[in-house]
């Protein structure tokens, strides 16, 4: 697949530093580097990281609703591989927007007790855990175990193996021949991504990867929903661009892009997609309105009289 490095190199999740080194030829695996080396933390299966992070968030910050450290769980993960990317310029170098989400990170932080903080950095290394044998949706499963989901809302998050046959179903035979350079896809009402992790996972059972092949646009009204797509896109290395707002009326209230995106030089290429296809429109219009009708036979060739045909002599320039 691709590689993914982690890197958490304090005890806070703020000092985490997430660097992406595609390599999809020889097969990558997350790698966390704890500071306390040795840590079992490391060696555990997905099913123990699960059951590792459901104790360990049962006993942090006690006195706190669940679904507010939740909240701040996810929130602190998004800031932290945003803000990822520019952690080898100094901090006045930064664009505006990583300046306001790390402050947002610093109120979120600062207003828990040293004890819970040190909660967060393992919080994020089960999750890894959790995600790394394949692509699917942990958080949103996670939330709806958890009993945090909103369900006055209708907020419930659809299981891992219904995305995944939906997305078998829809997607496995053109991507199982892919001709082109890479696919676009746009989710609506994204949730917290599964149905973009399945395809994920589809496309990765066709050897193709997802940091090259794919680019994905996901929306969603409700900014924590959003956030888990966005940390867990991410961590799959997946480009694209996770949007709060609301799909149906297009208001756009903020714009995250996955590390996949910055590193992956999307911009460059969705501009080049764009133009191509909007000259081949031109092409088409113009052929139209000189009556050219790409599919009707070509007419027959004329010959011309044996009185018009001159005698030539061919010549080759070396």
């Known amino acids: 697949m691709f590689t993914r490095t982690i890197t958490l190199a304090a005890p806070i999740i703020g000092a985490l530093s997430f660097q992406i080194h595609p390599s999809f030829e020889t097969g990558g695996r997350p790698v966390l580097e704890d500071p306390l080396k040795g840590s079992p933390t490391l060696a555990l299966t997905a099913q123990e990281h699960r059951r590792e ?13 669940r679904y507010d450290v939740f909240r701040d769980f996810v929130t602190l993960a998004a800031c932290t591989l945003h803000n990822g ?4 310029f100094g901090i006045e170098a930064w664009p505006k927007i990583a300046g306001e989400r790390e402050a947002e990170y ?20 089960h999750l890894v855990g959790m995600l790394d044998p394949e692509p699917r949706d942990i958080l949103g499963q996670l939330y709806m175990e958890l009993e945090v989901a909103s369900k006055d809302q209708g907020q419930f998050f659809t299981p891992p193996e219904l995305s995944e046959l939906m997305a078998r ?46 680019w994905t646009q996901c929306v969603d009204v409700d900014r924590l929903a959003a956030l888990m797509c966005y940390v867990q896109l991410s961590l799959w290395n997946v480009p694209g661009e996770v949007i709060v707002g609301n799909s149906l009326s297009w208001e756009i209230r903020e714009v995250w892009y996955t590390p996949a995106h910055t590193y992956g030089l999307w ?24 009556g050219f009708n790409p599919t009707s036979p070509p007419p027959e060739p004329t010959p011309l009289p044996a009185d018009k045909v001159q005698p030539m002599q061919l010549g080759f320039d070396f």
Request: aromatic share 8%; proline share 5%; charged share 25%.
């Open 53 to 65: 992070f459901l104790k360990l968030f049962r006993n942090t910050a006690r006195h706190r609703h």
């Open 85 to 88: 990317i520019f952690h080898s």
């Open 106 to 125: 610093l109120k979120i932080i600062g207003s828990y007790d040293k004890e819970d903080q040190q909660a967060f950095p393992l919080f994020f290394a």
């Open 169 to 214: 179903l829809s997607h496995g035979p053109e991507l199982a021949n892919l001709q082109k350079p890479f696919v676009t896809v746009s989710e609506p009402a994204c949730g917290a991504g599964g149905m973009i992790l399945a395809f994920v996972k589809i496309m990765i059972e066709n050897k193709l990867d997802p940091s090259q092949r794919m």
């Open 267 to 290: 911009n460059v290429k969705l501009k080049r997609q764009a133009s191509e296809a909007e000259h081949a429109l031109q092409i088409q219009e113009d052929e139209e309105a000189n």
